[in-house]
């Protein structure tokens, strides 16, 4: 029989992906009800503070290697995250996607951001005299468009292997085809430790994105989830990819 920690340790990851999963409910066959079920933990997560994903200062690669302005940028599920100001700081109009009602008010609430309530299929939170707008609901229901820049730091990783390749074709919908992308993905050994968030490898980016460049990456096992260490995992490459 398997020891009670093995239990809870499986459990938690299975619930994990379960979150994960829901954040972005994806155009997998069931009613609307089983999407509303599967969507109930990732906003527990929110009621309940649990967002260790999220990064208070923003992403240092966002900020190293992002190079241009005056874009209209699409950030999927993009929780409260500081980029998305320092992407309007840079010249951008910022579009951002989010399920969870919750992380979209703190968004403004903490940068003291007013904001208008625009009614549609998702919410829309349009910032006042600001060039930031937040669509809150399901990505795979966000219709708005077209983007000419994408940037994603933690909505790819965030999704298990079955909804990555809908999640790449559903946002190549919105962009138009000389679109500049910044990617922020992870790589480590899933033998290991298994996500969220997830590996996933340069071929799986490729076959989504076949033009982007891998120009950097670095050991951030530091900054990893304690879970991964606990499990044993000594290296967590986090790689950038750019469009050329």
């Known amino acids: 029989m398997k020891g009670a920690e093995q239990r809870v340790s499986e459990e938690a990851q299975a619930a994990d992906i379960a979150i994960i999963g829901a954040g972005i409910a994806g155009p997998a066959p069931g009613h609307d009800s089983d999407r509303l079920q599967e969507s109930e933990p990732w906003i527990e997560r929110w009621q309940e503070g ?37 992407l309007e700081q840079q010249g951008n109009k910022v579009t951002g996607v989010e399920l969870s009602e919750i992380a979209v008010e703190a968004f403004f609430a903490e940068n003291k951001i007013e904001y208008t309530l625009v009614a549609g299929p998702l919410t829309a939170y349009k910032a006042k005299g600001r060039s930031i707008t937040i669509y809150c609901g399901d990505y795979f229901e966000f219709r708005e468009g077209p983007f000419d820049a994408h940037y994603d730091r933690g909505a790819l990783i965030a999704l298990p292997a079955a ?38 490898t340069a071929d799986e980016i490729l076959a989504y994105w076949p033009d982007l460049q891998r120009i950097a990456a670095h050991d951030d096992i530091a900054n990893g989830p304690p879970k991964f260490r606990a499990a044993g995992l000594q290296e967590m490459i986090e790689v950038v990819w750019r469009s050329p």
Do not use: M
Not at 61 to 78: I, Q
Not at 167 to 195: C, F, K, M
């Open 50 to 86: 649990r967002t260790g994903w999220h990064e208070a200062t923003g992403n240092a690669n966002l900020k190293t290697y992002w190079n241009v302005s005056g874009k209209r940028v699409l950030v999927p599920l993009c929780g409260k995250t500081q980029d998305l100001v320092w």
């Open 163 to 200: 909804l990555r390749r809908s999640y790449a074709e559903h946002t190549g919908s919105l962009l138009v085809s000389n679109a500049t992308q910044l990617i922020v993905s992870l790589e480590y050994d899933e033998s290991i430790a298994t996500g969220p968030p997830f590996s996933v």
